[in-house]
């Protein structure tokens, strides 16, 4: 492990007052040395150096260690348009993404580079960020990204983050979902025929919350989402279901993914030919007991594989 002499801290020091005199916006740091396998609970922890930086620079301008240290980024991420927002970060090892003080992004843990992505209605606005990292061994990646239906996704820029963050959380944003959905309580081992049941409770949703934004029991019940994707392109697609436990994805009221039965995480793909315009869409799941997910990704002419955006859905 590396370790930080006072030359060095003051030599980070200086390096933090040069980024205060860049053009671009900062976000605060606190840097903690030590071995750790889960982003740690930073309120415990006495930083080794804090200061401010120009974006999510793990390797803080060069002076972090190449091993066995963890950064907690903060402070405030300005919005410019009510929206609902989805938040990627790839890292390797493990991070977290918490926006007024909600969990949007967990990929913790001791892996290589992975991307996970959540969303979040944010207001125009300033927002409280908090950005957890730590790095154990061998390579080390981070990178936050975010979409929504007014552009595709990109880096989160440097001129949107602020040293410090709001002095109350915002309200939160109330919107309309952007699918359907119908949800079932009783308990299931394998795809139920929806046509002959009864839903619980049944409206609008984010795109694919199996959560249903709380809404939802642990176990034990089903879920149909509904709606239309927007096909931009003339060709052959492929759809993937990742499902714990078991999915089927339809287009136009063709299963085109069977990943039905009790499992746990797995994915399955299936391949149609659609033509420009809007698609009915429908994706079925159910939760017999245990850990539960479910990721739904397109590939097709001009899309590498990624989940589908909120954009391309409308109820």
């Not at 795809?191 to 795109?207: A, I, Y």
């Not at 069977?258 to 079925?284: C, F, I, Q, R």
Request: proline share 4%; glycine share 10%; hydrophobic share 35%.
């Amino acid at each position: 492990m590396k370790n930080f002499g006072w030359s060095q801290v003051v030599c980070c020091l200086f390096l933090g007052a040069c980024f205060v005199n860049t053009a671009h916006a900062e976000i605060a740091f606190d840097y903690y040395t030590g071995e750790v396998q889960n982003v740690p609970d930073f309120a415990a922890l006495k930083p080794a150096l804090s200061g401010k930086i120009a974006n999510f620079d793990h390797t803080l301008g060069g002076m972090a260690a190449e091993e066995n240290y963890s950064i907690c980024f903060h402070g405030g991420l300005t919005i410019e348009k009510d929206a609902r927002y989805t938040f990627f970060v790839a890292s390797d090892d493990g991070s977290k993404l918490w926006i007024d003080d909600k969990l949007v992004v967990d990929n913790d843990g001791a892996h290589g580079t992975e991307e996970k992505s959540g969303k979040i209605n944010l207001a125009a606005g300033v927002h409280k960020l908090v950005l957890g990292f730590f790095q154990g061994g061998g390579e080390r990646a981070l990178t936050v990204s975010y979409e929504c239906a007014l552009f595709p996704k990109k880096a989160v820029p440097a001129e949107a983050l602020l040293e410090k963050g709001p002095d109350a959380i915002p309200p939160a944003l109330n919107l309309p979902g952007n699918f359907s959905y119908e949800y079932y309580e009783s308990e299931f081992d394998k795809l139920p025929d929806f046509s002959t049941l009864t839903p619980t409770s049944k409206g609008d949703c984010d795109g694919f919350d199996i959560l249903l934004g709380g809404k939802a029991r642990g176990e034990n019940y089903a879920i149909r989402f509904s709606g239309m994707i927007k096909i931009d392109k003339d060709g052959e697609y492929t759809f993937f279901t990742n499902s714990d436990d078991g999915s089927r994805l339809l287009v136009d009221e063709k299963a085109i993914v069977e990943n039905d039965g009790d499992h746990p995480a797995e994915e399955k793909d299936g391949k149609v030919t659609l033509t420009a315009g809007s698609h009915k869409l429908a994706v079925l799941f159910y939760q017999h007991g245990g850990e539960r997910s479910l990721q739904v990704s397109y590939s097709g002419p001009d899309i590498e594989k990624k989940p589908i955006p909120d954009a391309s859905l409308t109820k």
